[in-house]
């Protein structure tokens, strides 16, 4: 479930809770203002939920109670929708929003898929396009290692086709949905999850806040490569862990490309 799908469930769940009666009638215009100004974003405590909604608060405002009044009647609604598993209330009426197994894998399955061709880098041209969408000292950038947040992000794409290559050696395939659902439970999963999920959204923002977007995924795909293994170690036997990490893999990869295009970056395979 993507921010913007999530974000349409909450519409539904606006809709229905109203209907219902459960909150006080509010006029068409007025619940239309509301939803418009409520945002699908991260959890602030990760681990905590997948997405953070602020929907109450327009709500209430537009109902004439209180955030704390409002959320109870929405998380009630929510918990009501397919592919929600949790959801808590926190703050002044903030709501936590955790996935079930089966949503996380879809996400992982529509993230990973349409990935762009890797291309062969050119740092001349990188160095210039990074630096003109971040305003980063050229200098800084010229560096091959990971001190330059150009190379990283770079290394961060490379590193998980390098990973695609040694499951296809292996002969495992990266599988999110087709077995039991895979539930990306451990805290690195999580974290790399969420901010491949929020992209489309970062897309529309600033060349640098996109830029500074793909740093935190490459350091969450590092931090999520080191603690969750893709490919089976020693003699250990390839089984649905590896085939749905190597998954949630790919679409890094696959979003870092995509990311990397848009600035008019390189997005090679190897380095």
């Given at each position: ?19 219902d ?33 602020n ?14 009044e409002?959320?109870?009647?929405l ?14 209330i ?5 709501l ?13 399955g ?16 990188d160095?210039a396009?990074w ?43 990266p ?18 999850l ?9 897309l ?5 806040a ?15 490569h ?10 250990e036997?390839p089984?649905?862990v ?13 979003v ?16």
């Open positions: 479930m993507t921010p913007d799908q999530l974000s349409r469930t909450v519409l539904h769940a606006v809709r229905r809770v109203l209907a009666g459960a909150l006080p009638a509010a006029g068409a215009e007025a619940v239309t203002a509301a939803t418009e100004r409520a945002t699908v974003g991260t959890a602030p405590r990760r681990g905590h939920g997948d997405y953070a909604l929907i109450a608060f327009p709500l209430a405002k537009a109902v004439g109670r209180t955030p704390r409002v959320a109870p009647v998380r009630g609604e929510l918990l009501r929708q397919p592919g929600i598993a949790r959801v808590e926190t703050g002044p009426g903030f936590d929003v955790t996935l079930d197994a089966g949503a996380r894998s879809a996400l992982v529509e993230l990973a898929a349409g990935a762009p061709e890797p291309e062969a880098d050119d740092p001349a041209s160095i396009s630096s003109a969408a971040t305003g980063d000292d050229p200098r800084s950038l010229a560096v091959r290692d990971t001190s330059s947040p150009l190379f990283r992000v770079q290394y961060a794409h490379a590193r998980a086709r390098a990973l695609l290559r040694g499951g296809d050696e292996l002969g495992v395939t599988r999110s949905e087709g077995e039991a659902a895979y539930p990306y439970d451990h805290v690195r999963e999580r974290a790399l969420g901010l491949l999920a929020d992209h489309r959204r970062q529309a923002g600033s060349s640098r996109h830029a500074r977007h793909l740093e935190a995924v490459g350091e969450a795909f590092f931090d999520f080191d603690a969750c293994p893709s490919l089976p170690r020693g003699d036997k089984g649905a590896h085939r749905a990490r190597l998954a949630l893999a790919a679409a890094a990869g696959t870092l490309a995509g990311g990397l295009s848009q600035l008019g970056v390189t997005a090679p395979a190897h380095l």
